[in-house]
């Protein structure tokens, strides 16, 4: 790959490449992620001299005379290898647009089954036109948490990093109201207190730092997991059971019972709509489904009565 020469779009030489490396695997090996991340860029132009081109301008379905200051790359990714490649990007002038996303995206998943790769989940952060994207024009609901292309079923999810973060957010901000109980952030806070004052701690890796989330930190994934982690949710438990702390623990613990449930599990359906996964793809081993289960469990709690939606 690293003689490769990038340029924008989808690159037809890397896929080459793939095709080449795919080609003696079994079919398990070729199930893959299509992989959609945004970014803003700094604007600027440059003259690429082997092409006679400048470059920095838009390019999605069609060259504009426009600057760009954001870039969509797509990537791909293994799901029964330990694998990713990035396989194309495009410059926009602000974020691309659903309908625009959906060409691309399409396309994409057709260049990958040419190549006889097997795209079979899409997954991106939350942004506003991924989820019109997703929920608007492709229709995924979380009944049907897929869209169908060429009579494939294609499911979509949004990353568990961003889920977890934007659910250690919500829940440090606003709180949930549970069966009339009120979840707040203080629950955590008494907890790490008390924790903090024993010589043996339930969880050692709660530091001060997941408790303040100083600037930029609501950013760091590793903060928000271990605020959700299993270790914290039994010390909360526990204390909560000897009267130590007080408050509703329920839906503090039902995220890292559903999230850490799968990890032994390779072909099982856990709620309405993985069903049809599991049947068609029995190969698939733990990651994937992982991530669906960790889709559903949020797609369970927005059912719940709450005081808020909880992924925003």
């Given at each position: 790959?690293?003689?490769?020469?990038?340029?924008?779009?989808?690159?037809?030489?890397?896929?080459?490449?793939?095709?080449?490396?795919?080609?003696?695997?079994?079919?398990?090996?070729?199930?893959?992620?299509?992989?959609?991340?945004?970014?803003?860029?700094?604007?600027?132009?440059?003259?690429?001299?082997?092409?006679?081109?400048?470059?920095?301008?838009?390019?999605?379905?069609?060259?504009?005379?426009e600057i760009a200051n954001h870039a969509l790359a797509f990537?791909?990714?293994?799901?029964?290898?330990?694998?990713?490649?990035?396989?194309?990007?495009?410059?926009?002038?602000?974020?691309?647009?659903?309908?625009?996303?959906?060409?691309?995206?399409?396309?994409?998943?057709?260049?990958?089954?040419?190549?006889?790769?097997?795209?079979?989940?899409?997954?991106?952060?939350?942004?506003?036109?991924?989820?019109?994207?997703?929920?608007?024009?492709?229709?995924?609901?979380?009944?049907?948490?897929?869209?169908?292309?060429?009579?494939?079923?294609?499911?979509?999810?949004?990353?568990?990093?961003?889920?977890?973060?934007?659910?250690?957010?919500?829940?440090?901000?606003?709180?949930?109201?549970?069966?009339?109980?009120?979840?707040?952030?203080?629950?955590?806070?008494?907890?790490?207190?008390?924790?903090?004052?024993?010589?043996?701690?339930?969880?050692?890796?709660?530091?001060?730092?997941?408790?303040?989330?100083?600037?930029?930190?609501?950013?760091?994934?590793?903060?928000?997991?271990?605020?959700?982690?299993?270790?914290?949710?039994?010390?909360?438990?526990?204390?909560?059971?000897?009267?130590?702390?007080?408050?509703?623990?329920?839906?503090?613990?039902?995220?890292?019972?559903?999230?850490?449930?799968?990890?032994?599990?390779?072909?099982?359906?856990?709620?309405?709509?993985?069903?049809?996964?599991?049947?068609?793809?029995?190969?698939?081993?733990?990651?994937?489904?992982?991530?669906?289960?960790?889709?559903?469990?949020?797609?369970?709690?927005?059912?719940?009565?709450?005081?808020?939606?909880?992924?925003?």
């Amino acid at each position: 790959m690293q003689g490769i020469k990038v340029y924008l779009g989808f690159n037809h030489a890397i896929l080459e490449a793939l095709r080449l490396k795919v080609a003696p695997l079994p079919t398990a090996s070729k199930l893959v992620a299509v992989i959609l991340d945004e970014m803003a860029i700094k604007e600027g132009l440059s003259y690429d001299k082997g092409r006679d081109m400048v470059e920095g301008f838009v390019e999605g379905k069609e060259r504009r005379k426009e600057i760009a200051n954001h870039a969509l790359a797509f990537l791909v990714r293994g799901l029964g290898e330990k694998w990713k490649q990035p396989f194309g990007y495009f410059l926009t002038s602000g974020p691309m647009s659903g309908m625009e996303m959906k060409d691309l995206l399409l396309q994409g998943v057709d260049l990958l089954r040419g190549i006889d790769l097997i795209p079979i989940v899409v997954i991106a952060d939350q942004g506003s036109n991924n989820r019109n994207l997703f929920e608007t024009i492709l229709g995924v609901t979380i009944d049907k948490p897929y869209f169908q292309h060429d009579g494939s079923k294609i499911f979509i999810l949004y990353d568990p990093p961003h889920l977890l973060k934007n659910t250690r957010n919500n829940f440090k901000k606003h709180g949930f109201v549970i069966d009339g109980k009120d979840i707040v952030w203080d629950h955590v806070v008494q907890f790490y207190d008390c924790d903090t004052s024993k010589p043996i701690r339930m969880a050692p890796k709660l530091t001060k730092k997941h408790i303040d989330l100083p600037p930029f930190a609501n950013l760091r994934v590793c903060l928000a997991s271990q605020v959700l982690s299993h270790s914290v949710a039994a010390g909360m438990a526990v204390m909560a059971h000897w009267k130590i702390i007080v408050g509703s623990l329920n839906f503090y613990v039902c995220l890292p019972r559903l999230y850490l449930g799968t990890c032994a599990s390779k072909n099982t359906s856990y709620v309405t709509g993985l069903e049809v996964f599991s049947e068609e793809h029995s190969c698939v081993e733990g990651p994937v489904l992982v991530c669906l289960l960790l889709h559903a469990c949020f797609s369970y709690m927005s059912n719940i009565p709450v005081c808020m939606i909880c992924i925003v």
